[in-house]
C-alpha cells in the first residue's frame, strides 16, 4: 500500500485527512496482523477507500447487515474467519429500539436525536426504521453510551435492547408509490417527479451537489437513472426508481417510483 496516493486521491482537505486516519487503522492491522476497523464511510468514503488500497486479502466492509449503505473498512487477518464480524468482538453493535407506533418517527428524527445527543455520525451506520421500531447500527465504542443514555426522540420514549448481528431482522421501511410517465430518466426528471416538485428545482438541488445515486455523490442533472437506484436528496428525502415500463403512445416512459417515508 502506498500512502503517497492519499494527496492524489484526495479532492480536498477534508478527503485527505479522512483517507490519512483510514490508512493509518488499516495498516496498523496489517503490520500487526490484528482485527482493524474504520468509523462508518459514506458511499462515496468507501470509493475513496478503494481507490486507495486496491483489493488487498483480508480487506473488506461492513455494515452489520447484507444490504447496508454505510459501511466500516475492515481488516482480518487469516487467522480469522468472516464469521468473526457477526460474533461478540465484531465492530459493529446492532441496537433495536421500540416507540409507539403513533408517534411515526422517521430517519431524520432518530439521526437529529443521535446528533442532538452529542453522538458523532461516524459512529453510526445505518439507521433501519420500521413502525413503531428501528435498528441502529453503532460503533462497539459507543454502543454502551447509548443503552444508557439515549432513551428519548423528542418526545418519544425509546426501549433498547442490544440484537446479535446473526438475528438482525431489518424492518421493512415505510413507502409510498408513485406512478408517473417520464419524458426521459434524466436524475432531474426521476427527482421532480418523485417528489412532487418542478424539474427546473430538482435540476438546482443536483447542481448544488445535494443529490445521490446509490449513495454516490452526482452533481449532473441529465445523468440517466437506472432501474432500481435508490435516489436520495439532502433536504427531500429518499427514493427508488423501483419499475421503468415501456412507452406510452405519447412516447414518454411508464415508470413506478418509491418515496421512503
Not at 54 to 74: H, I, N, T
Not at 98 to 123: C, P, Q, S, V, W
Not at 139 to 152: G, K, N, R, V
Not at 220 to 231: M, N, Q, T
Amino acid at each position: 500500500m502506498d500512502r503517497s496516493l492519499i494527496e492524489k486521491i484526495g479532492k480536498t482537505t477534508e478527503d485527505r485527512m479522512l483517507l490519512a486516519k483510514v490508512f493509518d487503522k488499516i495498516n496498523s492491522g496489517m503490520q500487526k496482523s490484528i482485527p482493524a476497523s474504520t468509523a462508518f464511510l459514506s458511499p462515496r468514503e468507501q470509493e475513496l477507500a478503494r481507490f486507495l488500497f486496491g483489493s488487498p486479502q483480508g480487506l473488506l466492509a461492513f455494515g452489520g447487515y447484507p444490504d447496508a449503505e454505510r459501511k466500516m473498512l475492515v481488516y482480518l487477518p487469516e487467522y480469522l474467519e468472516k464469521s468473526w464480524l457477526l460474533g461478540e468482538d465484531s465492530p459493529v453493535v446492532c441496537i433495536h429500539a421500540d416507540f409507539y407506533r403513533e408517534d411515526k418517527l422517521t430517519h431524520r428524527d432518530l439521526l437529529g436525536a443521535l446528533m442532538g445527543a452529542g453522538i458523532a455520525r461516524e459512529t453510526v451506520g445505518d439507521i433501519c426504521v420500521g413502525t413503531g421500531c428501528a435498528d441502529f447500527f453503532v460503533t462497539a465504542e459507543i454502543a454502551p453510551y447509548l443503552m444508557q443514555s439515549f432513551t428519548s426522540a423528542g418526545r418519544t420514549a425509546l426501549h433498547l435492547k442490544q440484537v446479535p448481528l446473526d438475528a438482525v431482522l431489518v424492518p421493512e421501511p415505510e413507502t409510498k408509490e408513485l406512478r408517473d410517465t417520464l419524458a426521459s430518466l434524466r436524475l432531474d426528471s426521476v427527482i421532480s417527479s418523485g417528489f412532487r416538485i418542478g424539474r427546473s428545482l430538482a435540476a438546482q438541488y443536483v447542481a448544488a451537489g445535494k443529490a445521490a445515486i446509490d449513495g454516490l455523490p452526482c452533481e449532473k442533472p441529465d445523468k440517466l437513472v437506472s432501474e432500481g437506484a435508490k435516489i436520495s436528496v439532502r433536504g427531500l428525502g429518499k427514493i427508488q426508481l423501483a419499475q421503468v415500463g415501456g412507452e406510452t403512445k405519447k412516447g414518454r416512459i411508464s415508470v413506478i417510483i418509491r418515496r421512503y417515508v
